[in-house]
């Protein structure tokens, strides 16, 4: 993604809450700065969108739930993206909450699907290398 620079007023409090978050993270003021316009921007095109912070990074989650939406997206390819059958999966999710995971993955297919990739290419032993307390030997002499 190619960037340009651009310089922005901001009100001091918003100041304050982004140095709070980039001395929590290690980054730096620009780089917390616009990871949240990033996410800004796509939520305000995704009404329905949020993002929270996991194991993996930030991601984005439909609203209301606990569900990402790349864990989402997974389901209705594995569905054969056949929409009656996602809604049936997922019967508890409003048609407003659908929309809005599948209007993200419209609009952002490189970020889910980078995701659902590298979820599809781990292995046991992967996941052990890199949480060797999972291993069922751990603790054990």
């Known amino acids: 993604m190619s960037t340009i620079q651009k310089s922005i007023r901001l009100p001091a409090e918003a100041v304050k809450e982004i140095e709070a978050l980039a001395s929590g993270s290690g980054k730096d003021f620009s780089g917390i ?6 996410e800004a921007v796509k939520m305000r095109r995704c009404p329905g969108v ?4 996991g194991p993996t990074g930030r991601r984005a989650k ?24 996602l809604k049936k999966t997922y019967h508890w999710l ?9 209007t993200y993955y419209a609009l952002y297919p490189e970020d889910i ?5 590298r979820n599809e290419n781990l292995s046991e032993a992967k996941v052990i ?5 999972l291993s069922k030997t751990a603790g054990k002499t």
């Open 94 to 102: 409003s048609e407003q909450q659908i929309r809005s995971a599948l």
């Open 50 to 53: 949020t993002f929270a912070d």
């Open 113 to 117: 699907d980078k995701r659902i990739t």
């Open 62 to 85: 439909i609203a209301g739930t606990g569900i990402d939406i790349w864990e989402f997206i997974a389901t209705f390819k594995g569905l054969g993206e056949n929409y009656d059958k």
């Open 129 to 133: 290398k890199r949480f060797p307390f």
């Open 33 to 38: 700065a616009r990871d949240l316009l990033i």
